[in-house]
Structure formats: structure tokens, C-alpha cells
């Protein structure tokens, strides 16, 4: 009787199973880190385009601002309304950059509208699809503030001051007087605050 050779399969150790488990453990990882970094990447471009968003609406403001000095006639600046006298004080909350820069310090009044210190500019739109659609949160908003016309000193509240504008509008032989106005904005998504200021001579 021929005898014949069995050959009995090796014993498997799992060694594949574990080399396995190794790669697909640092492939997850890798798309882990991925995808937090492109989230992360969306949101701070999402962040500037609010921001620049902010900048444009106050940039917006600012010309509603300018639009309304260059007027046949001037508004009545009694020390409300986010209109004030050369010698009127500005309500504490816009006497500090901290308060300028806190969206509560140009809270609307109910309804909209001029009030509560400030002054709105109106809403920018566009259209989209058919659809008029607002581009900010709520309306930017502004306010004026006559100031010195020669020999100013720095502006209170802001820090960036008149320094002076009132002495070069003496100068260059124009006569007129020098509006200090600031502007804000909360952005798109009403958290991206920008608040820009800016002097305006009026000719007389």
C-alpha cells in the first residue's frame, strides 16, 4: 500500500488582521485631521468675509453720513439723535473706543430709525434670484459730531483725534466747519463689528 504525504495548512497568526487594523487606524486619523482643518479654514474665511462685510456697511454708513452734510440744508444738531454741537458731550457710551466698538452702544430704538444717540443709514440690498434680500443684520448707524474749526484738539472718545484738520481747512483759504463722524457695523451675521471714523468739511 503507497503511503501518501499529507501537508496540513499552517496555523494562521493574524498578523495581516493586525497590520491591517494599524493602516486603516492612521488613514482615520489622517482624514480626521483633514477635515478639522478644513473646517477650520471655512469658518475663518467665513469670519473675514464678515468682517469685510462689517467694513463696507460702515463704509455705507459713513456716505449716508456725508450725503446728509452736503445737503441744501443741514439738519438740526440738538444734542440727540446722533446729531451734537461742537460743545455738546457725547452720551458716555460713545466717548470711549471700548463703547464705539460695543454693538449696545447703537441698539435702535423700537422701530427703527434715528434715535438712542445714533443716526441708521439705510439697509443695503440686493437682489438675488429675484428677491430683494438684506446684506447686513441690521441697518449700519452713525453719528456727527461738529467740531472745533481751527486749533482742534484731539477728538475725545476715539483716539485718532482731529489733530489739526480745522488749521489745514484755515490754510488752504476755505471757510467752513469740520464734521467728525463715526460710523458702524455688526456685519452679516450681526458679530463682525467694524466702526470706522472719518471728518467732513462743510463749505460755508
Same mark, same amino acid.
Given at each position: 500500500?503507497k ?5 496540513t495548512?499552517?496555523?494562521?497568526q493574524?498578523a495581516?488582521?493586525l497590520?491591517s487594523?494599524?493602516i ?5 486619523v489622517l ?5 478639522q ?6 469658518r475663518?474665511v467665513?469670519? /473675514?468675509r464678515? #468682517? ?10 459713513l /456716505?449716508?453720513a456725508?450725503?446728509e452734510?452736503?445737503?441744501p ?11 451734537y454741537?461742537e ?7 460713545? /466717548?470711549?473706543?471700548?463703547g464705539i466698538?460695543?454693538p #449696545?452702544?447703537?441698539q435702535?430704538?423700537?422701530?427703527g430709525?434715528?434715535?438712542?444717540n ?7 440690498r440686493?437682489?438675488?434670484?429675484g ?8 441697518p449700519p448707524? %452713525? ?9 482742534? #484738539? ?6 485718532l483725534g ?8 484755515? /490754510?488752504?483759504g476755505?471757510?467752513?466747519?469740520? %464734521?467728525?463722524v463715526?460710523?458702524f457695523?455688526?456685519?452679516a451675521s ?8 472719518? %471728518? ?5
Amino acid at each position: 500500500m503507497k503511503s501518501k504525504n499529507i501537508v496540513t495548512p499552517l496555523r494562521q497568526q493574524g498578523a495581516a488582521l493586525l497590520v491591517s487594523l494599524v493602516i486603516l487606524l492612521v488613514l482615520t486619523v489622517l482624514a480626521l485631521s483633514s477635515m478639522q482643518g478644513t473646517t477650520l479654514q471655512e469658518r475663518m474665511v467665513s469670519s /473675514q468675509r464678515d #468682517a469685510q462685510i462689517a467694513l463696507e456697511g460702515a463704509e455705507f454708513a459713513l /456716505q449716508a453720513a456725508e450725503a446728509e452734510l452736503a445737503g441744501p440744508t443741514l439738519p438740526t444738531f440738538e444734542n440727540s439723535k446722533g446729531l451734537y454741537q461742537e460743545d455738546d458731550d457725547l452720551p458716555v457710551a460713545l /466717548q470711549t473706543l471700548a463703547g464705539i466698538l460695543d454693538p #449696545a452702544s447703537w441698539q435702535a430704538p423700537a422701530g427703527g430709525g434715528h434715535g438712542n444717540n445714533t443716526r441708521a443709514a439705510p439697509m443695503p440690498r440686493e437682489e438675488i434670484d429675484g428677491v430683494e434680500m438684506d446684506l447686513l443684520a441690521e441697518p449700519p448707524r %452713525y453719528f456727527i459730531k461738529a467740531t472745533p474749526g481751527v486749533g482742534s #484738539a484731539s477728538s475725545s472718545g476715539f483716539g485718532l483725534g482731529v489733530g489739526g484738520a480745522g488749521d489745514s481747512v484755515q /490754510q488752504s483759504g476755505l471757510s467752513g466747519t469740520v %464734521y467728525r463722524v463715526v460710523a458702524f457695523s455688526s456685519g452679516a451675521s450681526g458679530q463682525a463689528v467694524r466702526a470706522i471714523e472719518a %471728518y467732513v468739511v462743510r463749505a460755508d
